[in-house]
């Protein structure tokens, strides 16, 4: 088994990138969980701030940071969205 994980990171992945450990579709899940969960304990606290800090925690990219704002925004407001 050690030989595969050898072999297939010394192979790069689609788009040129090295493989990881954990694949970041799983960081991005973990990400979500961990703001659903921060954002449910600390209601008042930011939802900008909560982001800024899943993304350094879980490495995301500008990009998934923003998917997850937008999906946070449009399903975990108090508020109606009109």
Do not use: Y
Not at 13 to 39: D, F, N, Q, Y
Request: hydrophobic share 40%.
């Amino acid at each position: 088994m050690a030989a595969i994980a050898t072999t297939s990171f010394r192979k790069p992945a689609m788009g040129g990138s090295m493989t990881t450990v954990i694949p970041h579709s799983e960081l991005v899940k973990r990400a979500a969980a961990w703001v659903a969960e921060h954002r449910a304990e600390q209601p008042s606290r930011p939802l900008a701030d909560l982001m800024d800090e899943a993304g350094a925690r879980f490495n995301l990219g500008p990009m998934e940071t923003e998917m997850l704002l937008d999906l946070f925004r449009g399903c975990h407001t108090d508020q109606p969205q009109e």
